[in-house]
């Protein structure tokens, strides 16, 4: 996976397209990104023992690595990345 944790990146696709943010975790496994402050969801919680009240709490859910584009720490415009190999065998 090209993308690391602290990127700072731009939805590309979804409900907050358009939106810059940092990420916070990878799940490489299933190619997807946890994004600090965006994809979040409110999930009800039910009360679990006698006089605990249930609650509403806002969860971060991830994103799918494709949904997401880097953008680069020099120039702030979203770029695409790559590797090469080069003759030598270092990759760049």
Sequence with gaps: MKLKKGDLVKIVSGKDKGREAKIEKVLPQ??????????????????????????????????????????????????RIGFRIEKNGKTS
């Design 30 to 79: 299933i190619e997807k990104v946890l994004v600090a402050g965006v994809n979040q969801y409110k999930r009800h919680l039910k009360a679990r023992a006698q006089g605990q009240s249930s609650e509403i709490v806002t969860i971060t859910k991830p994103l799918a690595a494709s949904n997401v584009a880097l953008i680069c720490p020099h120039c702030k415009l979203q770029t």
